[in-house]
């Protein structure tokens, strides 16, 4: 067993020694943003491990990326299987050698592979995560099609993202893709065309639409990060942290168009 605190530390000494990691996740780069990115990393982290509540349960991690939330979900004791594309695969073998100093991470299982082809047994998953990877899928309908097909009856979706009602998130991606959020992509090692959304970032009433025409039911949310980096001292992060979690909840305005961070909780109707 392996606290989020705990776990965040020997996340920062793995990051010293390995520069792919550094240069992703930017902790060791600058000081005065450091609080700002920690408080961040832990919430989204923090949500996660809240709406899991089964130990004996089968999660699939779509979109596992390096493979973060699914050590940690190992040395936890879960059963993780993951799935990633391009450049981060590669560094997934290190980081279990790494992990594995400080616990058991057996139980994490990464493939390269897309989510459409990744098989599974009807219904056989408790918990499907989904983080910074929605808005990569495509046809969108077609991956909740394939999470309500492998989802238990009483799973969860577990559903981490960008605000899509953000107006400077919305800015500098209109900036960076115009209006191109659907795009082909070629995969060199699976020698194929994808269908990939580009940053196709969507607000909670439009996710909510689309699960819901999926036949999904969104049964919680959760708005993060408010407060610019300059906020953040070395003592303060809990108090912000505390602050932004009552007003995302009292300030519709400031919740919709200024907070940045979305997680939210996907499930199938009850009987």
């Not at 596992?64 to 299987?81: D, E």
């Not at 605000?163 to 090692?189: K, L, P, Q, S, W």
Request: net charge positive.
């Amino acid at each position: 067993m392996i606290t989020i605190e705990r776990f965040f530390e020997l996340f920062l000494e793995e990051l010293k020694i390995s520069p792919n990691l550094t240069r992703y996740y930017k902790y060791n780069n600058n000081k005065s943003s450091f609080q700002f990115r920690k408080a961040y990393f832990v919430q989204r982290l923090q949500y996660i491990q809240d709406h899991i509540t089964n130990k004996n349960s089968t999660i699939w991690d779509c979109g596992c990326g390096f493979g973060t939330t699914a050590i940690f979900l190992a040395l936890n004791g879960y059963k993780v299987a993951g799935n990633t594309l391009e450049f981060y695969y590669k560094e997934i073998p290190a980081r279990l050698k790494y992990w594995s100093q400080f616990g058991d991470v057996s139980s994490f299982t990464p493939s390269y592979e897309n989510a459409y082809e990744k098989k599974f047994d009807p219904h056989s998953i408790d918990y499907i995560i989904v983080q910074d990877t929605l808005h990569h899928l495509e046809p969108f309908q077609g991956i909740l099609k394939i999470f309500k097909e492998v989802m238990k009856p009483d799973g969860k979706l577990i559903g981490i993202e960008e605000n899509g009602n953000n107006i400077i998130i919305r800015a500098n991606r209109y900036r960076t893709r115009r209006n191109n959020r659907i795009i082909e992509i070629f995969d060199e090692r699976l020698n194929k065309k994808i269908l990939f959304g580009n940053e196709n970032i969507r607000s909670f009433a439009t996710w909510q639409k689309e699960f819901n025409n999926a036949g999904f039911v969104l049964k919680d949310k959760q708005y993060v990060r408010l407060f610019l980096p300059f906020f953040f001292n070395s003592s303060n992060a809990d108090k912000i942290i505390k602050r932004e979690q009552k007003l995302w909840r009292n300030n519709s305005f400031l919740r919709e168009y200024f907070f940045f961070g979305l997680n939210f909780i996907a499930e199938l109707p009850k009987g």
